[in-house]
């Protein structure tokens, strides 16, 4: 009811304004920070798919097997080093957060998938096909990482994210 709170003075109400404010703001820079972590974290990780395409497509085929072990090890290192890294700073993460980063990881590893397909079709090596393609691998990380940012209150592929 309108009058359940009459009882309490004047200061004390506009101190839990104040309160619920100040609550307010640090959940605003909260949701800033998860969201900056969460961007970047999924950048690394668009790069490193992307990247090791390019491992496979220029490195692998070479059969170097110390420069087939070093890039798999960079690889490797980079990864876990990122979500360590990643888990150790986080500190929350925006709602829908991780249902759309992991469909744009499944995303990125189906483009990964068909770019093997494709080069053992094709077996072209030219730049301009596996650059492009690489970058394009990464984009779902990258889409599904930032969509809460740009997507509205509905998100990324429909799914509500507030």
């Known amino acids: 009811m309108a009058t359940d709170h009459f009882h309490e003075s004047r200061p ?11 609550g307010g703001i640090g959940g605003a820079r909260l949701a800033r920070s998860a ?14 798919v992307a990247l090791y395409l390019l491992v496979v497509v220029y490195v692998y085929p070479q059969d170097i097997l110390w420069l ?3 890039a798999t090890a960079a690889f490797g290192v980079g990864v876990v080093g990122t979500c360590v890294t990643y888990g150790r700073w986080r500190s929350a993460s925006g709602l829908g957060w991780s249902r759309r980063y992991a469909v744009g990881f499944a995303f990125s590893a189906l483009l990964f998938g068909l770019g093997m397909v494709l080069l053992d079709l094709t077996e072209t090596r030219d730049a301009w096909l596996w650059i492009p393609y690489a970058m394009a691998t990464g984009l779902p990380l990258m889409a599904g990482a930032s969509a809460g940012r740009f997507g509205g209150s ?9």
Not at 12 to 22: F, Y
Not at 154 to 162: E, F, K, L, Q, Y
């Open 35 to 48: 969201d900056l972590a969460g961007g970047r974290y999924a950048a690394a990780m668009a790069t490193f």
């Open 154 to 162: 509905r998100g990324w592929g429909g799914w509500r994210t507030r």
């Open 12 to 22: 004390e109400l506009d101190e839990q304004l104040q309160a619920a404010r100040t």
């Open 68 to 70: 087939d072990l070093a």
